[in-house]
């Protein structure tokens, strides 16, 4: 695939995995963060684990939209989706996340008009093709997708349809990573900065983290070559006593962000005092909710919620996931009463969850897989 | 008298003529079993079916067997859209059953169709779906030798679902299981993955992209008789990779066997709008299901053998070695990326879902 390959060729793998090995000084372990969900479902379908020095260890961040949705606004959009003239719509990954009382996919089989979609606009669509109908999109996601819900609501509005809502659960990426910086059991070397957050809100608002709390972080693209070479430039970076906020990304991240992008946010929707995260628990600032001017699209004001906050279940250790505390195999129900089938906790759910890549692409014993793919490669 | 026996004679001439479904939609009387399900089944079913077992239209058809050991199947279909490129569900449920009996070893020889129509059906679709089941069955060589059709009330079916079963006869000394799969062996897929699944997802026409990709949907009877003709010992496993893709049917084998199936992506085939496609729908093509391609699992010995044979048939012209077996760890499918790593390929929870970013 042209433009793609490129950026998983082996041999350049090769050579990088060699640099970045002759980088890291003897003895010394150093562990990064990647902050996207992405960059998760990245490393374990390449298998990019393999190709990085003992010394490096990957932990996997906050940053999958659908992992940090708690169970209460779960549960009110299937309030809402129960609603007799209700269709709702939402993103593939989010149908199978456990409120208290199910997901979408049960609340679609007991009889509620839910379905799938790409992109807002096709929720749009629907609600154009459905008058008699309300129609609400279940908006998640980071500054990734906030600018495509705020660009259809603006279309929406200038369409004249009213039979439209956004049941609104934009998240923002820096409160999360400064809510990583300041847990007591931070241990982190650096960070693999989000891409396509970045390519909306540019690199400058990760300044404070090399600033005020002396990490590096780059910023980085999907593609396997792409994380080899951000973890290189982390590791430059600290051989060479910098600390800065650096741009791999740079084919797609302007540095200043999308500035019509941002506008289009900053139109449609406002600031939340604070919103619950799942795992991590409330944290201030960090959510958008949409503003008072398209009030008449805000699932939260066309629709009474019945609002309940629903407690995470004892046994999940999301939270300590989400932070990079624990390695989802160390969480105590992974595997066992947490599974892909059955997930417990949110990170096992969508496949840039952290529990679910490692539990799909990592869980098993890597010296006995190299055995294996060695013995098949000679017969 | 002379004028009402010539009326009677009329009306007598005007029964014999050939039933002819008048309506443009199925309704509920074609399913009640009487007049107007007799006219569907004479003008539409027979007509297209047409064979000495079908034709009595008996309860059931009477076979006498081939050979002492038989094969017997049953799918059922319910593809949505009923039509897209490369195929519809008529050529697809007959290949469907006629590609599970090849997977046993077996020449397919007969058929059942059951239909369940939804009321107000088109009955040109109807007609449209029977000629490319005739064409299928002829191209595969089997009859289609009795059948059903029930309707049911508008909204309680999607327009068409098929039930085909089939039955076949296994003529060569073959002894094809997963468990007799080992480690050594090496695994074939007879062509390009994914071409189906992809052709149906943007048939739906959900996504607003363009691609020319066709169903590769076909009867695999005949390459798999001319490997089983070569090399009728050395084939451990035949299975066509329908739901689920290669990657389950091989998670079936792997744990069937109790061994290691080992993949090199690279060696895998898969056509660049496939690629392209799930690239951008955040699919696996792995997962993505084919109508027309089967994976082998042969003696490593006698691989290339297999594949030459493969490659000499118009159905194999893309075949391809894509891995091998390993003693362990056991019951699991590897796949050595292209980058030079190592993952699982597990087996797919639910519905394969898109991811969002």
């Given amino acids: ?379 | 008298m002379n004028r009402e026996r010539q009326v009677l004679a009329r009306i007598e001439r005007v029964r014999r003529r050939k039933p002819v479904v008048r309506e443009e939609l199925i309704t509920l009387a074609h399913g009640a079993g009487g007049k107007a399900t007799h006219t569907l089944i004479e003008a539409v079913f027979l007509e297209a079916f047409r064979n000495p077992l079908l034709e009595p239209l008996g309860d059931g058809a009477l076979l006498a067997p081939a050979a002492e050991r038989m094969a017997f199947t049953t799918d059922s279909f319910v593809v949505s859209p009923l039509f897209f490129p490369g195929g519809d569900i008529g050529d697809l449920a007959v290949n469907g059953t006629v590609n599970d009996l090849a997977m046993c070893g077996a020449r397919p020889a007969h058929l059942s169709a059951g239909f369940i129509l939804e009321e107000g059906f088109p009955v040109a679709d109807l007609r449209r779906i029977t000629a490319s089941m005739a064409a299928a069955a002829e191209a595969a060589g089997v009859t289609i030798v009795t059948g059903d059709t029930k309707v049911v009330q508008r909204g309680k079916a999607d327009g068409c679902y098929i039930t085909t079963s089939g039955v076949g006869y296994v003529e060569q000394p073959v002894t094809l299981s997963a468990a007799g799969v080992r480690p050594g062996d090496a695994v074939i897929v007879s062509g390009s993955i994914g071409d189906h699944g992809a052709a149906v997802m943007l048939a739906r026409d959900d996504y607003g992209i363009e691609a020319s990709v066709a169903s590769d949907t076909a009867p695999l009877h005949d390459i798999v008789a001319e490997l089983l003709k070569a090399l009728p010992e050395q084939v451990r496993t035949l299975r066509d990779a329908t739901r689920g893709g290669v990657a389950t049917v091989l998670n079936e084998v792997a744990s069937a066997s109790e061994t290691a199936i080992v993949l090199r992506e690279d060696a895998v085939p898969v056509r660049p709008e496939v690629t392209g496609i799930c690239e951008l729908l955040g699919l696996d093509p792995l997962y993505v299901a084919c109508e027309g391609r089967f994976v082998a699992v042969v003696d490593g010995a006698h691989a290339d053998q297999a594949l030459d044979v493969l490659r000499g048939h118009p159905l194999g012209a893309g075949a391809a070695i894509i891995g091998s077996v390993a003693a362990d760890p056991q019951g699991l499918v590897l796949l050595r990326t292209s980058f030079g790593g190592t993952r699982v390929v597990d087996v797919l929870v639910g519905d394969p879902l898109p991811r969002i970013c």
């Fill in chain 1, 1 to 379: 695939m042209r433009f793609v390959d490129e950026f998983r060729d082996a041999g350049r793998a090769r050579a990088l995995a060699a640099r970045i090995a002759e980088r890291c000084r003897p003895g010394r372990q150093y562990t990064f963060m990647e902050v996207c969900g992405g960059h998760t479902h990245t490393i374990y379908k390449h298998g990019l684990e393999d190709l990085l020095p003992p010394e490096v260890n990957l932990v996997h961040g906050p940053g999958c939209p659908v992992c940090v949705i708690p169970m209460g606004r779960v549960d009110d959009a299937i309030h809402i989706a129960r609603q007799p003239d209700v269709i709702m719509t939402s993103f593939g990954d989010m149908t199978r996340v456990p409120g208290g009382t199910g997901s979408f996919l049960d609340a679609k089989a007991a009889g509620a008009d839910i379905r799938m979609v790409y992109s807002p606009l096709d929720a749009l669509t629907i609600a154009r093709a459905n008058p008699d109908r309300r129609v609400v999109f279940m908006a998640i996601g980071f500054e990734t997708t906030a600018p495509s819900t705020a660009m259809t609501v603006l279309r929406a509005a200038e369409q004249g349809v009213t039979n439209f809502s956004v049941f609104c659960n934009h998240v923002m990426i820096i409160p999360a990573i400064k809510a990583i910086l300041d847990s007591p059991d931070f241990r982190l070397d650096g960070f693999i900065g989000p891409g396509h957050v970045s390519a909306v809100i540019g690199c400058e608002p990760y300044g404070f983290i090399a600033r005020e709390y002396a990490k590096p972080l780059v910023v980085a693209g999907f593609e396997p070559i792409d994380i080899l070479a951000s973890v290189l430039m982390l590791l430059d970076q600290l051989a060479e006593d910098r600390c800065e906020v650096e741009n791999q990304y740079a084919r797609v991240v302007p540095w200043q962000g999308n500035r019509i992008a941002l506008s289009a946010i900053g139109r449609v929707m406002r600031l939340r005092p604070h919103f619950e995260w799942r795992g991590l628990g409330f944290i201030a600032h960090s959510a958008l909710a949409m503003s008072d001017e398209y009030a008449a699209f805000d699932a939260e004001r066309v629709f009474d919620l019945p609002g309940v906050r629903v407690a995470d279940p004892k046994p999940c250790q999301c939270g300590e996931v989400l932070k990079g505390v624990l390695k989802p195999w160390e969480c105590k129900v992974f595997g066992t009463a947490c599974t892909p089938e059955t997930p417990i906790g949110t990170c096992m759910v969508s496949s840039e969850g952290a529990c679910a890549a490692y539990y799909n692409f990592g869980r098993f014993d890597r010296e006995q897989m190299h055995r294996a793919a060695g013995e098949a490669s000679r017969a």
